[in-house]
């Protein structure tokens, strides 16, 4: 056989090898293009279930007891005295009074003051009143006004309960402000005292995620407030006796606990039933990926156009723009807030 007729015969292998290495180093390509410009690669998956079924952590740093509240027996029995009572009972049983089926008015979703201010106010880190009469009236940044007590009790209807404002001059009114003064009347006027407001909770080094904030829900919260969140109302359907957190009866999206880092200092002081600051029953990595959770769920809406007029003050949690800054609206009620503070220096949540 002649050469040149050797090659010819030879001529359909090295195409199919020519096609076979011209098909490698295409995959080669696509490979390295991908890992260079393709999406990231998921990062391993957390371990949902593990956080879900932790705790309780080990004891934190809050050892020291809450300042007290004055003993209710101690109220006097006068007139004033049972306009302090009153005050407290409306705001332990405020459905019963003010709610869908009010005996007094029907302004209210059916919660109770006290399922955010626990035990009428008076619970340390719980949303505790003691320090309101010694620090109002003051200005604040979300109206940029100066409020009074009763200015600060309307937010809590309108927003928390998802209500109407009380008339300043109501018999309610007046009496739910003696009760606050009443808790307050020990501390010196500007002193904010310890236990009251929030306690402090590192932040994550990652965004709260309302992923793994559903297993913590379903593990620790769902037995009180119910698979959906719908809560648990009393046999009489006048009120709740473990509230709803979202849904048409919950708070709405207006109201101080749908900030992330509100509700996750909240529930790591308060939650679940039982818990205390001091004795907690939930990690810190729980508190804020069911605070995450809890605050991705539906609501209603309040229409707050008029909050924040300098927006330069919003806290880095706020969860609605517009913003001081071009960080995305995901980041700011999610997290991570790190990189938010340390672009707004002495700015916090």
Known sequence: ????????????????????????????????????YGPPAASTP??????????????????????????TALIPRTAAGRQIRYGRELIAN????????GSVLHLTNGMNCQNCHLQAGTQGFANNYLAVAATYPKLRARSGQVEGIEKRVNDCLERSLNGQ?????SREMRA?????KWLGKDIPKGKKVYGTGFMKLPYLD?????VIGKAVFAAKCQSCHGPAGQGQQLADNSGYQYPPLWGPHSYNDGAGLFR?????????AAMPYGATFDHPQLTNKQAWDVAAFVNSQPRPHLRTTHDWPDISKKPVDHPFGPYADAFSVQQ?????????EAAHPGKSN
């Open 1 to 36: 056989m002649k050469p040149s007729e050797e090659r010819v015969q030879q001529l359909p292998h090295l195409v199919r090898l020519l096609m076979l290495l011209t098909a490698a180093v295409v995959l080669v390509l696509v490979v390295v293009l991908t890992k260079i």
């Open 46 to 71: 957390v371990a949902v279930e593990d956080e879900a079924t932790q705790g309780p952590p080990p004891a934190g740093s809050y050892h020291r007891p809450a300042t007290p509240a004055p003993d």
């Open 94 to 101: 405020t459905a019963h009074y003010l709610g869908p089926q």
């Open 165 to 169: 404002p009380l008339a300043d001059s």
């Open 176 to 180: 739910m402000v003696a009760y606050i």
């Open 206 to 210: 990652r965004a709260a995620d309302p």
């Open 260 to 268: 992330v880092t509100n509700l996750a200092k909240y529930v790591k």
């Open 332 to 340: 700011h009620k999610f997290g991570p807030w790190q990189p938010i």
